[in-house]
């Protein structure tokens, strides 16, 4: 047992652990150990502060950029061979191929989206006609942090894949495939918005969620949770350690 730990009801519990019904807590990623040992429990049963969100602790973790061997298995091989067989510029642009939970990922470098997408849709073998979504993901520990995730389906193959590329803060640039797939036109303007990838050649990259005149891009990791004022009503919204305990 150790020193220094609270209880809920804010006396010294000698077992080095903050207890709840019986339940005793420890640090971890998401509750870190001073927080653990400086907090009592809230209404909502988080027992580190008035940080309710969780976010405070979190901890980025930078995974390997490595890719899946062949043979992938199922139809991935072949739907690998037929980009390959199609896309003189497979070897040139092509990453790495990433087979994870019975999902497949194609990462290519950040010029060659609008043309990986061309080939996906146009290719007899392939058949990719339907982009169903374009999503941002931010990775800080990464140098090229900003990530396009495009989710292609073929409707005559019933099949799912993704192709995805990274951009840095510096240089956030990817070509648009509007032209190519219609369906990415608002998709494009809410990564844009969202995470600040700019998407050269798009008909009208606006902001499409926030205010045209925001300053910032709210899902990037780096963004404040809070503190950022409520336009129009002359508020803020304070980060999540200066919120209400609710204790």
Do not use: C, N
């Not at 907090?39 to 979190?58: E, I, K, M, P, W």
């Not at 590329?165 to 495939?177: G, R, Y």
């Not at 990564?191 to 606006?206: E, N, R, S, W």
């Amino acid at each position: 047992m150790s020193e220094g730990t609270v209880t809920p009801s804010g006396e010294a519990d000698p077992t080095g652990a903050a207890s709840t019904g019986g339940t005793h807590l420890t640090p971890s990623a998401v509750t870190p150990a001073e927080a653990v040992a400086t907090s009592g429990q809230d209404l909502f049963g988080a027992v580190f502060g008035s940080d309710t969100s969780g976010f405070g602790g979190l901890v980025p973790r930078a995974d390997a950029a490595l890719g899946t061997p062949k043979p992938y298995g199922g139809w991935f091989d072949e739907a690998t061979d037929a980009l390959e067989a199609a896309w003189p510029g497979f070897g040139d642009h092509v990453l790495r191929v990433v087979v994870d939970r019975g999902e497949l990922t194609i990462h290519v470098r950040p010029q060659a989206v609008r043309e990986v997408a061309q080939v996906l849709r146009d290719d007899p073998d392939l058949r990719f006609e339907l982009l169903s979504s374009v999503s941002g993901v931010d990775y800080p520990a990464q140098e090229a942090r900003l990530h396009a995730v495009y989710h292609f389906t073929s409707l005559t193959y019933r099949r799912r894949l993704r192709v995805e590329a990274a951009v840095t803060v510096e240089d956030p640039h990817l070509p648009s495939v509007t032209s190519v797939y219609p369906t990415a036109d608002f998709q494009e303007r809410e990564a844009y918005d969202m995470f600040g990838i700019v998407f050269d050649g798009h008909p009208a990259l606006t902001r499409i969620l926030m205010p045209d005149d925001w300053d910032g891009h709210p899902q990037r990791k780096d963004y404040p949770l809070g503190g950022i004022p409520v336009e129009y009503k002359g508020a803020s919204i304070p980060p999540p350690d200066e919120r209400r305990a609710y204790a």
